[in-house]
């Protein structure tokens, strides 16, 4: 009987995560380049409970009746979906979106950005993503294309953070005057040129260009907050830049849009909370039974 229960809770704490992911993808619904997330739930593992028995029953049931009557469910991870999102066209310049479609040989992806091959082994999409500077000069990933200039010229986020060119440094944008430079453009390749379509120069003489970084596998980067992602240290080498063959665009002027579904997101939170519910009245009546059983059956 206990056992029930214990599932039931499970299941209870599996649909909450999952109602506390949905909630946040409606949240940030207008977030720029926000990708939304996933719960994903799993059987509870057999093992766990197998090896509470003794090793004839491990050894000769891994598969059967006690596995029907002991499975549960929890929640495993939360990972995100990095289709691309609707641009949004600003008009201002300093705002880029990227339309990220790199393609693997071999490989076909869905909807998901995955690709399982006949033995069941799992390819993710690389995708590209801005590279910033942090505060502490660590570098940063982003999706939210949506900059400005601080006062000392720099690309910079709401928060921020400044985007970085391809040799690593901070890119600053100002003309002969000192202010702020307009009157620019960026190539699909991230190449800035002034209106004569000459190339702008870093500052070691060659063509500024944003730093565009391709993720291979971008679910091994970690959320921060406010649109930035880190990596951990021994993932760094599945981040290299982006080549001139990837299907992979800069455009200025837009912004890209989260790619949250709202109606789907709708349906997936009124689904948790029903799963919710169903596994809430199994423990109440879990919880009837248990005390009939100590206050009837009990005084017999």
């Given amino acids: 009987m206990l056992r029930g229960l214990y599932t039931a809770a499970g299941g209870m704490i599996t649909q909450q995560r999952t109602h506390d992911t949905v909630t946040n993808n409606i949240a940030n619904i207008n977030t720029p380049g926000f990708k939304q997330g996933y719960s994903l739930a799993r059987s509870f593992p057999q093992a766990l409970v197998t090896a509470m028995g003794t090793d004839e029953v491990a050894a000769g049931r891994p598969n059967g009746q006690l596995g029907r009557l002991t499975t549960g469910v929890f929640a495993e991870e939360n990972v995100s979906i990095y289709g691309q ?12 979106a990227l339309q990220s479609n790199i393609q693997v040989p071999g490989m076909q992806f869905d909807s998901t950005g995955k690709s399982v091959d006949e033995n069941g082994t799992v390819t993710f999409q690389p995708h590209a993503f ?39 440094a901070p890119i600053v944008l100002r003309d002969a005057a000192g202010e702020p430079l307009r009157d620019f453009k960026v190539t699909d390749k991230g190449i800035f040129v002034d209106r004569t379509g000459e190339a702008l120069l870093d500052a070691n003489g060659d063509p500024l260009r944003l730093l565009i970084t391709k993720a ?11 649109g930035l992602y880190a990596i951990r240290p021994e993932d760094e080498g599945t981040l290299t830049q982006v080549l001139d063959t990837d299907v992979s665009e800069v455009r200025q002027g837009y912004i890209e849009r989260s790619n949250v579904d709202p109606t ?24 009837r039974s248990l005390e009939k059983a ?3 059956i009990g005084r017999i």
């Fill in 85 to 96: 999102g609707d641009l949004e066209e600003t008009n201002n310049p300093y705002d880029f």
């Fill in 294 to 296: 100590v206050n009837e």
């Fill in 264 to 287: 789907q997101a709708m349906v997936d939170m009124m689904t948790a909370q029903r799963a919710y519910e169903a596994n809430q009245k199994v423990i109440q009546f879990y919880d």
């Fill in 130 to 168: 801005f590279t910033m500077l942090d505060a502490s000069g660590q570098r940063r990933y982003s999706l939210n294309g949506k900059f400005t200039v601080n006062d000392a010229g720099e690309l910079t986020n709401a928060s921020g953070n400044r985007l970085v060119d391809q040799t690593g």
């Fill in 216 to 226: 291979e596998n971008p679910n091994l980067l970690m959320r921060e907050g406010n």
